[in-house]
């Protein structure tokens, strides 16, 4: 079993940025690709970028590609996306999790151990 715990959420303007940090605990962190996702209210978690366990792949939603970054440290058992050029659109939990298999996916069902979240907030 894998813990994930998000943090670096907050409240900036629009242009802005911000760097989340999903950090891990448990089972071998390097051995699974890993993913975040966001959800706003009223909407469906929603898929923004996911990297392979190594960090050599890398792929993104059509919304975050240019402005965000997912990346990882392998040895702090930390994965971060680093998000710049905010919009307000941009609100939402964000949510990291395990991909669950070697495959890529963007479906939320295709991942697991979710962590709790951090608020991410872009005022106009």
């Known amino acids: 079993q894998v813990q994930l715990v998000e943090s670096g959420g907050g409240l900036v303007q629009a242009g802005g940025s911000l760097r989340l940090s999903c950090a891990a605990s448990?089972?071998?962190?390097?051995?699974?690709?890993m993913g975040w996702f966001r959800q706003a209210p009223g909407k469906e978690r929603e898929f923004v970028a996911a990297?392979?366990?190594?960090?050599?792949?890398?792929y993104y939603a059509d919304s975050a590609k240019g402005r965000f970054a997912i990346s990882r440290d392998n040895a702090k058992n930390t994965v971060y996306l680093q998000m710049n050029s905010l919009k307000p659109e941009d609100t939402a939990v964000y949510y990291c999790?395990?991909?669950?298999?070697?495959?890529?996916?963007?479906?939320?069902?295709?991942?697991?151990?979710w962590g709790q979240g951090t608020q991410v907030t872009v005022s106009s």
């Open positions: 990297i392979s366990w190594s960090g050599g792949r890398t």
């Open positions: 448990g089972r071998t962190f390097s051995n699974w690709a």
């Open positions: 999790a395990i991909r669950l298999a070697p495959s890529e996916s963007s479906r939320p069902s295709d991942f697991g151990s």
